[in-house]
């Protein structure tokens, strides 16, 4: 079964920045799209950024647009979220996860995903 684990998580100043990264691994990562979601205490989790298997696709949350990148090394069995100008709002646990091939695109939903990590926290002070 394919494993995911998130790192890169931290407390940061508003306005700074974090690098989250996911180690894959299992068999289907270089063929899956690869999502981004955050969950902030008491509030449902929600979609943030995907990309294609291939790399050549992506999609962002429109309170994201402009601040944050969703990158994927295939070769290392790795997706990155480089999150810059991060605000007080975007403190939650971020999680990467995992669509499986026959989800092509850059899927959008929770429930398009198989696999998930365990989540790294991201706070941003003011």
């Known amino acids: 079964q394919v494993q995911l684990v998130e790192s890169g998580g931290g407390l940061v100043q508003a306005g700074g920045s974090l690098r989250l990264s996911c180690a894959a691994s299992?068999?289907?990562?270089?063929?899956?799209?690869m999502g981004w979601f955050r969950q902030a205490p008491g509030k449902e989790r929600e979609f943030v950024a995907v990309?294609?298997?291939?790399?050549?696709?992506?999609y962002y949350a429109d309170f994201v647009k402009g601040r944050f990148t969703i990158s994927r090394d295939n070769a290392k069995n790795t997706v990155f979220l480089q999150m810059n100008s991060l605000k007080p709002e975007d403190t939650a646990v971020y999680y990467c996860?995992?669509?499986?091939?026959?989800?092509?695109?850059?899927?959008?939903?929770?429930?398009?995903?198989?696999?998930w990590g365990q989540g790294t926290q991201v706070t941003v002070s003011s």
């Open positions: 299992g068999r289907t990562f270089s063929s899956s799209a």
């Open positions: 996860a995992e669509a499986p091939p026959v989800i092509g695109g850059t899927p959008k939903q929770l429930n398009e995903y198989d696999y």
């Open positions: 990309i294609s298997w291939t790399g050549g696709s992506t």
